[in-house]
Structure formats: structure tokens, C-alpha cells
């Protein structure tokens, strides 16, 4: 099985950019579609952006599009979250996951495997 660690978030003021990074071990990446999801305090767990097992197809909530984008090196065995025109309402937990289905899908219940999340915090 794959394992997965996100780094890179943190505290950022409104306006601001991360980049949030998701590092696999264990497996090649390339088995998998990938999704990024987020979760705030007292909400359920949401779809942010995903990528297809083959990089050529990303999808993006509403909420984020046109300010995320979602990339991956199958190299480097990591997925990256480009975060740009960050919100106080982009405050969350963020996680990756990993599909074994060639598409990423919205839905979290077709992800395997998890990684533990990275804050991130915008502030006004």
C-alpha cells in the first residue's frame, strides 16, 4: 500500500499563496489518481481539486477554481496543491488521497488511502 504525508501549509494572510505538497511512499504514485480535500472545524471533509492517474485530466471544486491548481510528478512521486488568492474560508485541514481508479473523483469514499493532513490558516 501507499503511504502519504502532506507539507507546506501554514499560516498566510488573505491574498496570499501556498503550495501544499503530498509525498508517497511505498507505491509508485503513477498507480493512482490523486485528490486533495480539506476539512474546517464542524464541516465534512470536501473535495478540493483532483488529477488522474495520468496527469492529463484535473478537476476543481467550485469554491477553489480559477485560484488552485493541482499537479503531479510521477518522478518525484508527489502531488502538488498551487494555492493562490487564499480566503479566510480556505481555512482547513488539508489532505491527499490516493484512487485506485484512473479518474479522481469527488467523492472521498473512492480514496484508499489518506494522508494525515496539513493545516492551513488564513488570516485578514
Known amino acids: 500500500q501507499v503511504q502519504l504525508v502532506e507539507s507546506g501549509g501554514g499560516l498566510v494572510q488573505a491574498g496570499g499563496s501556498l503550495r501544499l505538497s503530498c509525498a508517497a511512499s511505498g507505491r509508485t504514485l503513477s498507480r493512482y489518481a490523486m485528490g486533495w480535500f480539506r476539512q474546517a472545524p464542524g464541516k465534512e471533509r470536501e473535495f478540493v481539486a483532483g488529477i488522474s492517474r495520468s496527469g492529463s485530466t484535473t478537476y476543481y471544486s467550485d469554491s477553489v477554481e480559477g485560484r488552485v491548481t493541482i499537479s503531479r510528478s510521477n518522478a518525484e512521486n508527489t502531488v502538488y496543491l498551487q494555492m493562490n488568492s487564499l480566503k479566510p474560508e480556505d481555512t482547513a485541514v488539508y489532505y491527499c488521497?490516493?484512487?485506485?481508479?484512473?479518474?479522481?473523483?469527488?467523492?472521498?469514499?473512492?480514496?484508499?488511502?489518506w494522508g494525515q493532513g496539513t493545516q492551513v490558516t488564513v488570516s485578514t
Open positions: 488521497a490516493a484512487s485506485n481508479f484512473l479518474q479522481a473523483d469527488p467523492q472521498p469514499q473512492t480514496y484508499s488511502y
